[in-house]
């Protein structure tokens, strides 16, 4: 792909890329030590609200202040800091329940805007040197295979070593991590920050209800979320307590899972992206298909979405 060829877009793209596969490793790895400790969903329930829904609230707006510090300084303290709340973890996996959801909450954070920031400044390369669409399109493939292979890999270190191994090679990840982004330059800010558009909760509010069909799509999409992220603190309990299964088929499950969302990603009518073609193979209308938001959002009338760290911390903030 010729965006690969665009310095320094591979290391943007295989940090994402990493990133994505840690979270992995200390998501799993936490959810079965928490369910094999206190053998509640609830406490499950309560680690998903640190992992997943805790963060989402502060991506935002602390993405958008670390978008105007230099990327290398920015992502290396993140992920340094990342490593360091990782290795802590490992250690005090015995602490009490609410000083292990505090210590996922921060490293989830970092590891959030972390995946904003870079997400971002990638975004910014790639529409200086006019390859948006080539460049997004391999950044969401990457994301869509980490969500197949990152089950599966925490789940082997899991089942295989233990939970504590799997948080310590997250530990090592992030650590690798900041020794690698320091040296990269720019901001993830990029030059439309100033333009770009800004929209109140009244405001927004008000234009849902003046386009009801909008509202009721949005309304739908938030329920299936919702819907979606309920399904970990019930699977748990009733793969390992019920089934009488193991992590390694827990991690079978959310591998299928990937898999199906990654087919899901994939439909015939991706033509929305692009020209299509009947000789089109598999893999070019996967990635029309997963590309088509961010074309159309790169071809709307507005100042260019991509390259606002807001835009990225709103829609790509969420991992599942």
Known sequence: MSALRIHPFGRLLATYTL???????VGIALAVFVYDRTHSALAVAALLMATRFGPSLVIAPLAGRLGTVRLGTALGGLYL???AVAFVLAALTHAPLPVLYALTFALSTSAAIGRVLTRTAASNLLDEHG????GIA???VSAGAINVLGPALAGTITALVGTQAGVLAAAGVFTGLAMTTWRLNGSAAGTADEHAPSVSVREALRMLSATPSVAAILFASALLLVLLFMDEPILIPYIEGTLGGTTASYATLLTVWGVGLLLGGCPSPSCAAGPCSARSSWPERCSRARTSSSVWRSRSSSPMPPRSVAGWATG???RR
Do not use: I, V
């Open 19 to 25: 990133d994505e596969a840690a979270d992995w490793l």
């Open 81 to 83: 800091g990342a490593a």
């Open 131 to 134: 390859k948006l669409r080539e």
């Open 138 to 140: 391999a950044m969401n």
């Open 316 to 318: 790509c903030s969420g």
